[in-house]
T-cell receptor, first 113, second 113 residues
Framework: AQTVTQSQPEMSVQEAETVTLSCTYD???????LFWYKQPPSRQMILVIR??????QNATENRFSVNFQKAAKSFSLKISDSQLGDTAMYFC??????????FGKGTRLHILP | DADVTQTPRNRITKTGKRIMLECSQT?????MYWYRQDPGLGLRLIYY???????NKGEISDGYSVSRQAQAKFSLSLESAIPNQTALYFC????????????FGPGTRLTVL
């Protein structure tokens, strides 16, 4: 069975700093998608970034980038120049070939002024 | 208007009551999903539907049922609510030709006393 593990339940960083959130996953499949979702206090689930497993190039969306290491089954999220509005719960997620998403338990990120 | 709406947004009910949570979408997507979010556990899939005549159980379907009344509507029912069904419930949609991207509703917070 596929699993997604986020080893950092909670993190805090100063505004403008760079922070990296860790995620590992387990699967026997070769083709799949990986995601990072953000859930602010409003509780809305917001897609931050997505990565297709067959693409070697790491995905980037403005201040958000990933370090995708397929062999190591690692998918970390880097937030550069962190802002107060980045304070949220962040979920790493994996989509298998059945188009079902499996979520990690989340990392609560606090950006401190 | 939001593309994926959920009603009600908040609900408090008593043990043994029947509860229906509704989800509507204007995105024209054929695939719809119901997730449950518990603190420290991330989101878990309850049921999903790939079209109006297709209903599938997810990871945690016991105690729940669903109805796909139309392409745009997908309802989740708790036939006899129990306190451990207290959680945040999310509906999501995706399109058959872009199944890697799911769009989430705003969530329904359900409390069972």
């Amino acid at each position: 069975a596929q699993t997604v593990t986020q080893s950092q339940p909670e993190m805090s960083v100063q505004e403008a700093e760079t922070v990296t959130l860790s995620c590992t996953y387990d699967t026997s499949e070769n083709n799949y998608y990986l995601f990072w979702y953000k859930q602010p206090p409003s509780r809305q689930m917001i897609l931050v970034i997505r990565q297709e497993a067959y693409k070697q190039q790491n995905a980037t969306e403005n201040r958000f980038s990933v370090n995708f290491q397929k062999a190591a089954k690692s998918f970390s999220l880097k937030i550069s120049d962190s802002q107060l509005g980045d304070t949220a719960m962040y979920f790493c997620a994996f989509m298998n070939r059945d188009d079902k998403i499996i979520f990690g338990k989340g990392t609560r990120l606090h950006i401190l002024p | 208007d939001a593309d994926v709406t959920q009603t009600p947004r908040n609900r408090i009910t008593k043990t043994g009551k029947r509860i229906m949570l509704e989800c509507s979408q204007t995105k024209g997507h054929d695939r719809m999903y119901w997730y449950r979010q518990d603190p420290g556990l991330g989101l878990r899939l309850i049921y999903y539907s790939f079209d109006v005549k297709d209903i599938n159980k997810g990871e945690i379907s016991d105690g729940y049922s669903v109805s796909r009344q139309a392409q745009a509507k997908f309802s989740l029912s708790l036939e006899s609510a129990i306190p451990n069904q207290t959680a945040l419930y999310f509906c999501a949609t995706s399109d058959w030709d872009s199944t890697d991207t799911q769009y989430f509703g705003p969530g329904t917070r359900l409390t069972v006393l």
